[in-house]
Structure formats: structure tokens, C-alpha cells
């Protein structure tokens, strides 16, 4: 593989081809433009949808790559690789000539009560929240260290039984109770989609929780801070979109 860069060199790019270089620009471009397209075929503006990239299945140079190409959004599943991959940016951001601005973290995976302390000292907004007692950990974690967290409840809106996320039919009540927390706000709903051939088969999934929220909203169920849906990933994100979707996370279609 063709090195761009002589060794030594500590900027954003020493450690990745110039192929894989190519290929990330090609595909945050692709990527931003389907988001353009779907906002356009439903007359949304594209500044509505914001862009999380999944970082889970990258390399640690990959993700230098899209943050120097200027994402600033950034997401894991998992805890342990959350506060790795922090600690590594935030290393390699110290010794960059140029500065960039600051990633902001998005936790997306399931959460344990036992790992909140460790996920909220990076993680700005946890979208995975599915129990009152979770938001609770979270809630009481946060106030200690007067931090505000954003929250958003995970449904589990194609109700299979193997998924996290609350029951559709408790979801509007556990936002109601976790949005009188401390400490935290809730902003909005999350989704994950059945794996489906057909993006289209998806559909029904957004267009219940956009419903659910529609609800709450009408309940009055977080204020003016509940405003965010965050639903799509590579398979069917423009589907989201057309239904709603305020941040998509997305992943494949980025590091592939
Ligand atoms: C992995 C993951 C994504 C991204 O999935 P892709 O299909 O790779 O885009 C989005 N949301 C959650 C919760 C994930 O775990």
C-alpha cells in the first residue's frame, strides 16, 4: 500500500493511504448527497438531518480521516470502545498543527447500569435509553458531575422480541417519567429498523415511532428540547428521512 506521508509525521493523515483517503471523502460525499436527495423528495431541508457516524467497525485511522474531512459527530456501541476511541482522538488532537473542533460522542448501544460512569464522561448524548432505571444511573451520575446529558428512549417499535428498547405501548409514559429528571434532557426518540431485504419494509417502523413522538409532543412531554428523532442507518436511511429522521447513524455506508 501506497503511504502518502513520510513516517514521523503526526498530523491527521499519516497513517492512512491514499486509497482509503479517496474512498472516505467518495463515501461521506455519497452519503451526504442521498441525505440531500431524501430530504429533498419529502421538501425537508438536509441542515434538518445530522449526520452520526458509527464508528464501531473502523479503524482508528479511518476515523481520523472523516473527523479531519470535518465530521463532528461520532458514535459507538459499546462502552469500552467508546472511551478507547476518546482517548486516542483526543491524544492524537493534541499534536495536530491545525487545531480541529472537539468530536461530540453518541452512545448507541445497549447500557448497563455499572458502565453509565464511564459512558457519560465521554459521551454527550446516549440514544439507547430504555428503562426508568437507567435514565435514573444516568441522571444521578451526571448531577455529581455537573454535567447535563442528552437523552433519547429507544423503542422497540418493529417489536421483536430479542430487541432492546421500551415496548411501544409504555414508551410516551417512561418519557414522561425520565423527562422530570435531573440533569438530563430528554430530546428525542430512537429506533432500530428489523433487518429487512427491502428498505421499504422498514417503513412502518419510522412511521411509529414519528407517531410516538408526535404524542409526546402533543403531551408536552419534554419541552421544547424534545425534538429529535433519531432513526436510519445504511440500509434504509433514506426512508427514515422521508419519515422524519433528524439524525441518522450510519456506519457501513461510510468505512465500507
Ligand atoms: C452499528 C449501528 C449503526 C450503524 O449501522 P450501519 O448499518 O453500519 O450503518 C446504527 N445504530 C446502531 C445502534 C448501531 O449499533
Request: proline share 0%; with cysteine; charged share 25%.
Given at each position: 500500500m501506497l503511504h502518502l506521508w513520510s513516517a514521523g509525521r503526526s498530523d491527521?493523515?499519516?497513517d492512512v493511504t491514499t486509497t482509503n483517503r479517496k474512498k472516505l471523502t467518495d463515501n461521506l460525499a455519497a452519503v451526504r448527497e442521498r441525505i440531500a436527495a431524501a430530504c429533498g423528495r419529502v421538501k425537508r431541508r438536509p441542515q434538518e438531518v445530522r449526520l452520526v457516524a458509527v464508528t464501531k467497525s473502523a479503524?482508528?485511522?479511518?476515523?481520523?480521516?472523516l473527523v479531519s474531512l470535518g465530521q463532528e459527530d461520532l458514535a459507538e456501541s459499546r462502552v469500552q470502545q467508546l472511551t478507547q476511541r476518546a482517548e486516542e482522538l483526543a491524544a492524537w488532537r493534541a499534536k495536530l498543527e491545525s487545531p480541529l473542533p472537539p468530536e461530540r460522542w453518541h452512545m448507541v448501544g445497549q447500557l448497563q447500569r455499572n458502565k453509565v460512569k464511564a459512558c457519560i464522561a465521554v459521551?454527550?448524548?446516549i440514544h439507547s435509553v430504555d428503562s426508568l432505571r437507567l435514565a435514573e444511573e444516568i441522571s444521578l451520575r451526571a448531577q455529581?458531575?455537573?454535567r447535563?446529558?442528552?437523552l433519547l428512549l429507544e423503542v422497540n417499535c418493529s417489536e421483536e422480541s430479542q430487541k432492546s428498547g421500551v415496548a411501544v405501548g409504555a414508551a410516551v409514559h417512561l418519557a414522561e417519567q425520565v423527562s422530570t429528571l435531573k440533569a438530563i434532557r430528554l430530546v428525542g426518540l430512537m429506533t432500530m429498523a428489523p433487518l429487512?431485504?427491502?428498505a421499504e419494509q422498514a417503513r412502518f417502523t419510522f412511521v411509529r415511532l414519528r407517531e410516538l413522538f408526535e404524542e409526546a409532543q402533543h403531551e408536552k412531554i419534554g419541552g421544547?428540547?424534545?425534538d429529535q428523532l433519531s432513526m436510519g442507518m445504511s440500509n434504509d436511511f433514506e426512508v427514515a428521512i422521508e419519515e422524519g429522521a433528524t439524525i441518522v447513524r450510519i456506519g457501513t455506508a461510510l468505512f465500507q
Open positions: 491527521s493523515f499519516c479503524s482508528l485511522a479511518a476515523i481520523k480521516e459521551a454527550q448524548t455529581r458531575d455537573n447535563q446529558l442528552d429487512v431485504a427491502n421544547r428540547n424534545f
